[in-house]
């Protein structure tokens, strides 16, 4: 197939159209639930108030507000998928955005600006009237409009996926996995939630000593993933990816889509990092140089150890001497040559992660 022909096969399976609309309209939608904005966003998306002012002070200047790309589900409801943070910030201003459990936000107070001091304490409506919008200002923020890109339900099902992906990538401040943490939520929530209490377990957390920045980027939740797709992927459709990021939403994406037993895989997890950090507490995933470990945690030991002790924990908590046979495969898997060299640097990433998930499972095997 043609480079031109490669365009148009993919082209005709995206379907979108271009509207400009009021925020008196957006408003409307939402408030009639018929746009998704997902709540559950504002734990990612951390604007703070100033940025929340800035956006509001764009709109009453006439200054252009980038579009709002949304996809439009079977029921015709329109599910966002780039602008959750300006529709929430406008939506905050107005006092109708909800929480995730549907409780009623408190209503945004503006801030000074270098434009507008005055904005300084301004709300939608106060009590206060030099403190509120006047008539004339909220008929004017409610009219303005803004450029609404919709992704027809007609479209390939993973383009939203892809599109949001894409638009919360690069130059945005978001790390990869508070992007799949999006992907998680819009494609099955439950599945989300599941995963967000695995990263809460205590033992787990123990076993990790990570730095806050790592902690703030959503690591664990990262590792927690890669402890979960070995079980489930197709090792033979690995070389599709180019890229391991890649990978790991798709992967992700599938993962949502499975068919699990949370219970089966919660306490296989809850085992797992009980035995670890009962053997080694916060050392399970350091190296061992020989007399003591050190260093930070490895990626490469977390694939090789956690999967191989959760795909096998039930056979290794039979054996009587567990915590000594545990201790000496840990400890010699740094002198063990797939280790070392899948450890190498200049090793790419996805064949790293297939092999060393693989040597994990079979390496632990009792």
């Known amino acids: 197939m043609s480079l031109q022909e490669e365009i148009t096969a993919r082209a005709s399976k995206i379907y979108r159209e271009t509207y400009q609309m009021s925020i008196g309209e957006l408003i409307n939608l939402y408030r009639d639930g018929e746009m998704d904005i997902h709540p559950e966003f504002q734990r990612v998306f951390r604007w703070s108030e100033y940025q929340k002012t800035k956006l509001i002070e764009s709109i009453m200047l006439n200054i252009p507000i980038p579009s709002i790309f949304v996809s439009q589900n079977d029921d015709g409801v329109w599910d966002v998928i ?93 790390s990869d996995q508070e992007v799949r943490n999006c992907l998680m939520i819009m ?15 205590e033992n787990f957390k123990n076993c990790l000593p990570i730095s806050d920045r790592r902690a703030d980027e959503q690591y664990r939740t990262e590792l927690v993933l890669r402890l979960l797709i070995p079980e489930n992927i197709d090792w033979e459709k690995i070389t599709d990816y180019t890229d391991f990021a890649e990978l790991l939403d798709k992967e992700t994406i599938a ?105 994990g499972d079979e390496y632990f095997r009792p």
């Open 187 to 201: 494609t099955n929530k439950s599945f989300y939630e599941f995963v967000m209490r695995l990263d809460s377990e």
């Open 255 to 359: 993962l949502c889509s499975a068919k699990l037993d949370y219970d089966i895989i919660r306490d296989k997890f809850a085992a797992t990092f009980s035995l670890l950090y009962g053997v080694f507490e916060e050392n399970a995933f350091k190296k061992y140089n020989g007399k003591k470990y050190i260093g930070p945690v490895m990626a490469a030991a977390f694939q090789t150890i956690a999967v191989g002790v959760y795909k096998n924990i039930q056979e290794i908590l039979q054996l009587k001497d567990r915590n000594e046979w545990l201790t000496y495969k840990v400890q010699s898997l740094y002198s063990e040559e797939t280790f070392i060299r899948n450890t190498t640097p200049g090793v790419r990433s996805i064949p790293r992660f297939r092999e060393l998930s693989l040597f």
């Open 82 to 174: 780039d602008g959750v943070q300006r529709l929430s910030t406008i939506f905050q201003f107005v006092g109708i955005l909800k929480d995730e459990n549907g409780e009623d936000l408190p209503a945004l107070t503006l801030q000074k600006t270098d434009y507008l001091p005055s904005f300084a304490g301004v709300q939608w409506n106060n009590e206060i009237p030099e403190l509120s919008f006047t008539k004339e200002q909220q008929l004017f923020f409610k009219r303005a409009r803004m450029d609404v890109i919709i992704m027809k339900k007609e479209s390939d099902p993973t383009t939203k996926y892809e599109l949001f992906q894409r638009l919360n990538t690069g130059g945005s401040l978001l």
